[in-house]
Every structure is written in C-alpha cells, then in structure tokens.
C-alpha cells in the first residue's frame, strides 16, 4: 500500500508496516543455516566425494591402499602425448592358394604366428606439428622367416597448419594403390590381394603433402621418395621415385551413402628392387617403371562395395625376360554386416596377370570371410578362405586363415 505525504504524517507507523514485514521475511530467508545443518551438508559432499573416487579406481583397476600409478610424462614441450599399437595373431591351414604361400617353391605348411605385432609412439605440438614413431616385432611377411627383429615401420613428422596442404616426411606409403593405402587393422579381408602387392611399393623414406579441397570432395595425395623399400636410408641411383593420387567423393543424399572415386600413378627408375613372379633375374628389377591405377568405394547401409584395376609397364634393363613387359591385376570385394556392427561376411575375387602378352599364366583367387567385431576394429576375429588357381600348378590352393586382432 502507498501512503501519501498526509497519511504519513498522520500515522506513520501504520504507513510503513507493510515495508518492514517485507525486510523482516528477506533478512529470514537470507539467515545463515543453522551449524548442524552446514555439517549435514559437509557430509554429503564427503559421502559423494568418497564414492565417485571409489568408482574411479575401480575403473582404473586400482586396489584400496595401492600406491599411485606411474605417469608417463612427455620429455619435450609437446602438448599431447600417447602409446598406442596392436596384435595380429595368426593360424594358417592347407595349400598355398598363390606365390605369397610358398617358400623356396613349396607350400608354406601349417603355422601359427604373428602376422603383425606393432607398438607405436605419437604425439603433437600447439605450433601445427604432429608426430609417429612405429616399431614392428615381426617380420611382417607371409614367407615363412625366422630371426625376425624389430625394425621401424610408420615414422614421419607432420605438419598440419592447412586442411588443404599437410607435409609430412618420414617412412611413408608411396601415393599408388587403394587398397594398399588402406590401414592393416581395417581391411575387410586377412590379406590383401596378390596383385596389390605385386604392383604396390611398401613404404620408405619419404616427402608427402596431402589434403583435402572443396568442402572435403576433393582429396590429394602425393609423394616423392628413395624407391627402394622399407628401412632404407640410401637411394639406388640418386632419383626419386614419384606417385600422385587423386580421390573424389560427389556430395550424395544421405540415403544414397558415400561413394569415392580414385586415380593414381607412379613412375620410377629403379636398381635391384625386389619384384617377385615377373620373371626378373633373380627377382630382382631394374629399369624403368609405369604404374596406373584406378578405383571406387561405394558404402550404402551395411553394404561395402570396392574395386580397384592396376597396371605396370616394366622396361628391363637387361631386356629379360623381354624389353616391355606389362603387367595388371584386378579386384572386387562385397562386405556386407549380417548382424549390425558385429557380424561381416565378405566375398572377394582378384586376378593378377603377370604379363598380359603370354596366356596362362593369371592367379585367380576368391575369397569367403566372416569378421565378428567383438569390440569394433580394436578387438576383431576373422577367419577367410582363399580358393586359390595357381597358373601350372596340378592342385587348386585351398588355404584357410584365421586371426584375431588387438589394437591397444
């Protein structure tokens, strides 16, 4: 109630009654708890404290009373630091089902081993620079080998200040071939076809500037280096091999998925590079080397298509076993989840033509697999059959592999 100046004068306590219950309601609100009431809280806070600390080491995995945990701190100035890698434990059942499954011109037997075991060092600095140091256990070959060593693998510096334009140097993947360019821990199938290792390059010490143009439709990569393997720091002959590839992904409607399409090539000179089932001297290369490639993804659903073509024009030095010899190798696999994100069959068939001017000398193989993603990628069984033709050979290889993967 508003009183006028009059009625203040006349009654003033009665005017500013009203005012003072209001005062009187706030200052009891505002009233500072009672002692035992802020210890009941207290004690709350402790009770939750105390048990979101009990779950915490419980998913550490740390016992009560248990002294801390050791840290791996970073020794340099790098914002982030981790250690990483995985495991591909192996076994291998029946005939070789292509060249890759024979030692000294007989059958690989039946084995156990590790295909690839991996552990790996990477971090990034606040000024656009990333890093990767990559130590391999095994041998990383399907030859039967024995006194593996560790030995580098992926190594590289990186630096990513522009989408467009990252440069990386290190022990890289040469800039040819889909299906090589794949990581070991996400291919469909095992293995990878015989002619993506017969037409690829492994990695080696390496320049590469890759990156991504037109709201990421657009992708490049390319790259220029030594030409003569992994964990080779000489250069054969002073001249460096180049490959370019090209990748474009057309913007889709969402229910129509993703597709990629790709192109690439690689041109090189080399010295004594190994080349295994051309018929080189020695399976040993040296010359001139053209290589093209093309391919396509499709992923739509549950559904993974993929195909990829590659050819190589190979000019010997020595003219053996002919001036010119061309070779190229083909590939279609389907994947297809029968139980969303956790049950993959796959269907594959490659061919690889060592040299297209003489007959009868295709590899033919198909390829029936299942992959159970126990925990996605980083815990995976896979087991695939290989239904092998090997030119000249009385008996089909039928090889079974099986492998159960951890990445860590």
């Known amino acids: 109630m508003r009183c006028s100046a009059a009625f203040r004068h006349a009654a003033p306590l009665r005017c500013h009654l009203p005012a003072a219950r209001r005062a009187l309601a706030l200052r009891a609100q505002s009233a500072p708890a009672s002692l035992e009431e802020r ?14 600390n009990a779950e915490l080491r419980d998913k550490l995995g740390l016992k009560k009373d248990a002294p801390a945990p050791v840290l791996v701190k970073p020794a340099g100035k790098e914002t982030s630091l981790s250690v990483g890698g995985f495991l591909q434990a192996q076994a291998e059942f029946g005939r070789a089902s292509d060249s890759r499954f024979a030692s000294g011109g007989a059958a690989v037997r039946d084995r156990f081993y590790f295909r690839r075991a991996r552990i ?17 256990l095994q041998g990383n070959t399907l030859g039967a080998s024995t006194g593996n060593l ?13 989408e467009a334009a990252n440069v990386r140097f290190g022990q890289l993947k040469p800039a040819f071939g889909a299906e090589a360019l794949v990581a070991d821990t996400k291919t469909p199938a095992i293995e990878r076809t015989l002619s993506n290792d017969r ?12 990156g991504t143009l037109l709201d990421k439709q657009l ?6 280096g030594n030409g003569n393997g992994t964990n080779v720091s000489a250069n054969d002959n002073s001249k460096f091999q180049r490959a370019a590839r090209v990748t474009w992904s057309p913007a889709l409607h969402k229910a129509a998925g993703k597709l990629t399409l790709g192109a690439n090539g690689l041109w090189t000179e080399d010295v004594a590079v190994a080349k295994s089932d051309f018929g080189f001297t020695g399976n040993a290369f040296t010359g001139k080397r053209a290589m093209s490639g093309i391919d396509a993804q499709w992923t739509w659903q549950r559904l993974d298509l993929g195909a990829e073509l590659l050819r190589g024009t190979f000019e010997p030095a020595n003219a053996a076993p002919r001036a010119k010899l061309h070779a190229q190798g083909w590939q279609a696999t389907a994947a297809f989840f029968l139980v969303p994100a956790k049950l993959q069959g796959v269907i594959r068939y490659d061919a690889f033509d060592p040299n297209t001017d003489v007959g009868g000398n295709t590899y033919h193989t198909t390829l029936f697999g299942l992959n159970y993603l126990i925990k996605g990628d980083d815990l995976r069984l896979m087991v695939d059959y290989l239904d092998g033709h090997v030119p000249g050979a009385t008996n089909d290889g039928g090889r ?7 990445v860590f």
């Open 400 to 406: 079974l592999l099986t492998r159960l993967q951890i």
């Open 219 to 224: 992708g490049y990569y390319v790259t220029a």
């Open 199 to 210: 037409l690829t390059d492994g990695r080696q010490l390496a320049l590469g500037v890759a």
């Open 120 to 136: 790996f060092v990477a971090g990034a600095f606040a000024e656009d620079f990333d890093f990767k140091a990559e130590l391999d």
């Open 39 to 52: 210890l009941n809280a207290l004690e709350q806070k402790v009770q939750t404290l105390s048990r979101e």
């Open 150 to 162: 560790a030995r580098a693998n992926e190594v590289f510096v990186n630096w990513h200040r522009y």
